[in-house]
């Protein structure tokens, strides 16, 4: 029997990518779980696995081919002992989870399922806030199954201001894709009620080319999703953003006294690690920045987690790796932590589900330059810290001007859920604890 590999769901609003290596030929024998192909997402790199054992018969892909989301990848020949076997009848979703997990969390493949179910539970419960079946519902998400549809196929949806759920489904087991939605908008279907929506087309540009000459270059994956995600973020949110600045000269001593130290550990010692220290204790103290507003339900949801994004600048474009559980580590975890994903997400290790889920994000210009920025949320969160470039100046203390490291801090925050003076209190509070770090232990 001849059993097909597809492109399996690999993450949220991840629907195509690029083949980087074709790792197998026709004629070989693969185990299940063979990697056969390394397949590049918009921001990271994963590896596809082979979901049965057999021989290789096609091949019908070439290194550098675009593919979606349940693209045909190769056709394997199998027997009745391997189609009956336990393994093979796991779904493709189950085992790039399995896969890319276990190389990254180093645990039991039964721990990986485990933890991936239990992601992909917590991810369905903060759909809700996405208006992942629009907003408005009588029943709230939580309480409903699943749409039988692809993650890519409910943003769609979304998109059009559409209720997945009104949707009648014409694929296997009455499974919805992108053309049953268009069908579904094209015969009349109504939209799901209120709330603001995404354009599902900008306007036409001009022919610039009337002008003068012209060069179009086709937009890279990342940018590509970078301008979407923040064109979302921005219409989303109404934006507002609190300045602010931090004596940071003490702060300054202490990560040149400990930086060496931790420097021979393989670790370096940064601004954004204690930034993000301290944030991860802002975020518990005043907890409407760890939040996210429904407003189809008429409810905030406070998240009982600190998932802290940190900006990566890469070569392919702006990346966030999120560290979790940042309020339980130190400041050299955080430090490495940091170095670790920064590392990968420019090498193209890094993996989709570790930039999923933040719930508060950091972004430090300060190695580039700058005097200040204002930073975009990313929707659905609350809020988003920007840091600029350190500048000493002379500061009035004790009867006379006095050199001071000061850095420069700007907030910006969703004006739904946070208003002005809650924020000039977080940030203030922020820029104390850079100034007296021991203030982070009085409460």
Same mark, same amino acid.
């Given at each position: ?68 989301? /349940?693209?045909? $990848?190769?056709?394997? @020949?199998? &027997? ?9 009848? %796991? *779904?493709? !979703? ?100 209120? /709330?603001?929506? $995404?354009?599902?087309? @900008?306007? &036409? ?9 012209? %060069? *179009?270059? !086709? ?103 999120? $560290? ?18 920064? !590392? ?100």
């Amino acid at each position: 029997m001849i059993e097909e590999v597809r492109i399996p769901e690999i993450s949220e609003n991840v629907t195509s990518g690029k083949v980087v290596k074709v790792l197998v030929q026709v004629g070989e024998t693969v185990e299940i779980d063979d990697i056969l192909i390394e397949f590049e997402t918009e921001k990271a790199l994963v590896e596809i696995p082979s979901t049965a054992y057999g021989k290789i018969v096609e091949i019908p892909i070439s290194e550098g081919q675009e593919l979606k989301v /349940g693209d045909l $990848i190769a056709k394997i @020949e199998t &027997s009745d002992q391997n189609e009956t076997s336990k393994t093979a009848d %796991e *779904p493709a !979703e189950a085992k790039v989870h399995k896969k890319t997990k276990a190389s990254s969390e180093r645990v039991s493949d039964d721990s990986d399922e485990e933890k991936a179910t239990t992601r992909k539970s917590s991810r369905d419960i903060d759909q809700s806030t996405r208006k992942d079946d629009g907003p408005g519902q009588s029943e709230p998400e939580t309480k409903r199954p699943p749409a039988p549809a692809a993650p890519s196929v409910r943003r769609f949806a979304r998109e059009l201001g559409v209720d997945i759920y009104q949707v009648q489904g014409h694929g296997p087991g009455g499974r919805i894709s992108e053309d049953d939605v268009k069908a579904f908008v094209k015969q009349g279907g109504a939209a799901a009620p209120s /709330g603001p929506t $995404i354009p599902a087309h @900008e306007p &036409s540009l001009p022919d610039f080319s009337r002008w003068g000459e012209i %060069e *179009p270059v !086709e937009l890279p994956a990342v940018r590509r999703l970078t301008a979407q995600s923040t064109a979302t973020s921005w219409q989303m949110v109404p934006h507002v953003t609190q300045f602010d600045r931090s004596d940071i000269t003490l702060l300054e001593s202490f990560l040149k006294n400990k930086g060496a130290k931790l420097q021979r550990r393989g670790i370096k010692l940064t601004v954004t690690a204690v930034v993000a220290k301290v944030c991860a204790a802002a975020l518990l103290k005043f907890p409407r920045f760890n939040a996210s507003i429904d407003m189809g339900g008429n409810r905030l949801i406070f998240k009982k987690y600190v998932h802290i994004g940190v900006a990566v600048d890469t070569e392919r474009g702006l990346l966030v790796p999120v $560290i979790r559980n940042a309020d339980g580590k130190s400041i050299s975890e955080l430090a490495a932590d940091i170095s670790d994903l920064a !590392e990968r997400a420019r090498n193209k290790k890094i993996k989709p589900d570790e930039m999923e889920g933040g719930s508060f994000t950091i972004s430090n210009q300060g190695g580039i330059g700058g005097t200040q920025f204002t930073p975009i949320v990313m929707w659905p969160q609350a809020a988003i810290l920007g840091i600029s470039r350190t500048a000493v100046e002379p500061l009035y203390l004790d009867g006379a001007f006095q050199p001071r490291s000061m850095l420069p801090l700007a907030l910006s925050y969703d004006h739904r859920i946070i208003d002005g003076a809650d924020a000039a209190r977080f940030l203030r509070w922020i820029c104390e604890c850079l100034e007296q770090p021991f203030n982070l232990h009085l409460d």
